[in-house]
């Protein structure tokens, strides 16, 4: 089989850096390998997110740029997948002839027919949602990787229907996939190296609640954990609603479960965050959020915030910024609401320009990113647990993550790859600590 060469840009969130490397894995299977650079690459395949508006514009903008790349090598494949392709399916085709296929979330089992349909010179789309029944067999584990830290789908989908939320409609309803398969690949990864996976759901925290016979999620950690070779574990994205005390408990019982929450609040108004249905109150998710602190003290806290959703006033986003004083997220990812076609809130009236949207935004920002400095400040001078995971940015450093997420680069030789070093933290910035090995 001749070789060929792929390159992949990812849009979003961590379920789309895990999609994009499994579609690495089939491609294989049809002779593809994956390049770090379009230049060369026989096939350009965006992996898509659709979540914000304006992660969707750049795409659009990126194809643009691929259309003047095709003109010049006609035998060029240009494929887009993910959330965007679910969303607009057979129009991305007719819109933008530089394509060659369009692939949605529930249909990456069929990418490898599609490339070599693409290869005869067919263009295809493939966007229909499959059955829970049939999406279960659809979760192939990523092979042949040599990394210290990995992600694991365990659950796809939502059920929630946040009013701005495109998720639902683009991801389908939540489906839990099989715990033996997911232990099954914690333990393939373990044998290759991995020391650390991250387990990744739209709403991971409701794993198992709708599937009969499968663990809940604080259960399944329990059973990642106990396997041999895995020293940490996160999970990405929780809702609060599912924030139960089962999984609270986790943190102060499971040594190997990180020290890292990621809990979206998404607004600090009641009347905002009803608006919005995301079916907690203010008080209930400060609750949570006490539990956590308390069951494991210094954790980190990390979110999701909206500024400018529909009917916000001056007030409400007053909330906000005061809730964030309270809990003291060390980060949070941070948007003004742009409406999403197909949602509830997308024919809300909207009383705020741009310009308004904007200026919330960077009160907030200004706010995050001095309570991330105090919070960073607090690391210095103390001693971390730090997973080595590569290189570091400077020659000679070596790079990994504090138990809280925070990255840590210090002196050390390569060797350390792979395993738990002690590090004194000397220095600390915005984003990331300096270190010296102890």
């Known amino acids: 089989m001749n070789s060929k060469n792929v390159y992949i840009e990812t849009f979003g969130c961590q379920m789309n850096v895990n999609d994009s490397e499994r579609i690495l894995t089939m491609l294989a299977d049809i002779g ?28 659009y903008r990126r194809l643009e740029n691929l259309a ?19 969303q607009e399916g057979e129009a991305l085709l007719q819109k933008l002839t530089c394509l060659d296929l369009v692939f949605g979330t529930h249909n990456l089992h069929l990418l490898n027919d599609m490339v070599l349909a693409a290869e005869r010179g067919e263009r295809r789309s493939e966007t229909a949602f499959i059955d829970n029944t049939q999406r279960l067999d659809l979760f192939p584990p990523v092979k042949g990787t040599a990394r210290v830290s990995r992600y694991v789908t365990v659950m796809q989908g939502c059920d929630n229907y946040c009013s701005y939320c495109i998720v639902p409609y683009v991801r389908g309803p939540e489906i839990s996939r099989r715990s033996t398969e997911i232990l099954d690949e914690v333990r393939q990864l373990a044998a290759e190296g991995v020391r650390e996976v991250t387990l990744l759901g739209q709403n991971v925290n409701s794993y198992g609640l709708k599937s009969d016979g499968e663990p809940t ?54 009347a905002v965050l009803k608006r919005m249905n995301r079916g907690y109150t203010r008080g209930e998710y400060l609750n949570k959020i006490l539990a956590l602190k308390a069951a494991r003290p210094g954790i980190a806290i990390t979110g999701d915030m909206i500024v400018g959703f529909p009917g916000e006033t001056e007030e409400e986003f007053a909330e906000t910024l005061s809730l964030m004083e309270q809990v003291r997220f060390i980060d949070l990812f941070s948007f003004a609401y742009s409406p999403r076609p197909g949602t509830g809130a997308a024919d809300l009236a909207e009383d705020l320009s741009r310009e308004e949207k904007q200026g919330r ?12 400095l105090e919070l960073s400040m607090a690391y210095l001078d103390t001693t971390q647990a730090v997973l080595v ?42 984003n990331s600590l300096l270190g010296e090995l102890i």
């Open 32 to 59: 593809y390998q994956p390049v770090a650079a379009p230049a060369g690459a026989d096939m350009i395949l965006l992996n898509t997110c659709s979540v914000r508006g304006g992660a969707e514009e750049k795409v």
């Open 68 to 86: 003047a790349l095709k003109r010049t090598n006609k035998r060029l494949i240009i494929g887009v997948g993910g959330c965007v392709a679910q």
């Open 217 to 270: 999620f604080a259960e399944l950690i329990r059973q990642v954990a106990a396997i041999k070779g895995i020293l940490r574990i996160r999970f990405y994205t929780s809702h609060p609603k599912d924030m139960s005390d089962e999984l609270i408990d986790c943190f102060a019982e499971i040594p190997a479960l990180c020290g890292h929450v990621h809990l979206p609040a998404q607004s600090g108004s009641d």
């Open 361 to 372: 935004l960077e009160r907030l920002l200004s706010l995050q990113k001095r309570i991330t």
């Open 389 to 430: 995971e590569g290189e570091g940015r400077r020659p000679g450093q070596v790079s990994g993550k504090a138990d809280s997420g925070r990255t840590v680069n210090f002196i050390g030789d390569n060797s350390l790859i792979g395993t738990l070093v002690h590090v004194k933290i000397i220095q600390v910035f915005q």
